[in-house]
């Protein structure tokens, strides 16, 4: 399902100019192969299709032509069209710095020649790795198409005047691979995006955003299931709010799990009321994907639930970057997939609190993941590049 939040367009600033030109998207042949409907309803087949899970004759086919055809990604018919689009609006409207942002790492490959022609400093900015992106071995490639992707990711850290990354591991990870300068600036958040919410009196564990079934907690809804089983006024104030694209496979197993009506799947909302419902949590779920390069990942919602000032329960990996995230600031707590008791402790200590009308967790040091501050950030980097420091 494609999922478009006009609203937030309106954040863009009057001064910002914005160009537009044709491009040809072949997701259209992409969703057809794998039998997806565009615009599809709440509770999609798959959020994301590049994963471990089983997969048709025809699922497999879609990949292995993505991963092998479509390289380093379907939007990589950009390329040449926007290359000589900027390169003729580069020559009348010259720009101090070129950032370019990726996935999709395509982004990088219209930037690289522009950079190089017009003696521009480059940004290459990561919001995820490239091949040591957790979906990347489900692409299905040839030994070919790898090193292709191998040679293009080399040859974009290595042009670029600069490379940005999103997380300590990442950042790490890239400055074992090129002698480029490697900056942290992570994702972070907008503070004025938070307004005061009055609470509704649920016990709310909230996710929001994309929710994959290779993410699903299933011990946690096992916990949920055998408290509200012990514990008549738990079961009566708990909701399990769902808030944003979720596949079929995660509904079933809150279903499987005896809690369905627990729960209130919202659908995808406008980023507005998605802020609402976090505010409104007792408690903000952030299940990682079940895939060892994830232990890396700082998903952005992470720092939206930073600005809610509400207990997260991450599950995935603890000694991981967003575990180190959590415990830095306060936040809440990372728990590994398989261990109920940890988060049987977990969801007791909010339930307690809640009865209480307190919260355990009280946020430190978020300051720092504040789009103010971040900006502030992406612009010093810019300034040492104007100034060939």
């Excluded at 709310?204 to 096992?222: Q, S, Y």
């Excluded at 809690?259 to 609402?276: C, F, M, R, S, T």
Aim: charged content about 25%.
């Amino acid at each position: 399902m494609l999922a478009v939040d006009e609203s937030l367009a309106a954040e863009i600033p009057q001064q910002a100019e914005v160009i537009k030109t044709h491009i040809f998207e072949p997701y259209e042949i992409y969703r057809k192969l794998l039998g997806k409907k565009k615009g599809g309803k709440n509770g999609a087949k798959e959020v994301n299709p590049i994963n471990a899970g089983p997969k048709s004759f025809a699922q497999k086919l879609a990949l292995f032509v993505r991963g092998n055809f479509f390289i380093p990604d379907p939007r990589c018919f950009w390329i040449g069209p926007s290359v000589k689009y900027l390169r003729h609006y580069l020559k009348e409207h010259p720009v101090d710095v070129i950032v370019s942002t990726g996935p999709p790492q395509s982004m990088h490959l219209i930037a690289m020649p522009l950079a190089k022609e017009f003696n521009i400093p480059w940004v290459a900015d990561f919001r995820d790795p490239w091949t040591k992106m957790f979906y990347f071995k489900h692409l299905g490639l040839t030994a070919f198409s790898r090193k292709r992707h191998e040679i293009l990711e080399k040859r974009v850290l290595d042009r670029a005047s600069a490379v940005v990354a999103v997380s300590p591991l990442v950042r790490d990870e890239f400055l074992q691979m090129t002698n480029t300068p490697v900056e942290l600036i992570t994702n972070g958040f907008d503070q004025s995006d938070f307004p005061g919410v009055e609470p509704d009196g649920f016990f709310n564990i909230t996710h929001t955003g994309l929710f994959a079934a290779d993410g699903i907690p299933d011990v946690l809804w096992k916990v949920l299931a055998e408290k509200a089983a012990a514990d008549q006024e738990f079961a009566r104030k708990l909701r399990i709010r769902l808030v944003g694209k979720t596949d079929r496979e995660v509904i079933q197993s809150i279903i499987d799990a005896g809690l369905e009506d627990k729960l209130i799947d919202l659908g995808y909302q406008a980023h507005k009321d998605a802020v609402i419902e976090q505010r409104r949590a007792s408690v903000l779920l952030l299940p990682l994907r079940k895939e060892p390069e994830y232990k890396a990942v700082l998903p952005g919602k992470l720092f939206e639930y930073l600005a809610a000032s509400h207990a997260i329960l991450g599950i995935g990996q603890s000694d991981g970057a967003m575990a180190a995230i959590l415990r830095e600031t306060h936040t809440g707590e990372t728990v590994e997939w398989n261990d109920k008791e940890a988060m049987r402790e977990f969801i007791d200590k909010l339930w307690k609190a809640f009865l209480v009308g307190e919260d355990p967790y009280k946020p430190e040091d978020i300051e720092r993941f504040s789009r103010n501050k971040l900006t502030a950030a992406m612009t010093a980097l810019f300034d040492k590049l104007l100034n060939n420091e």
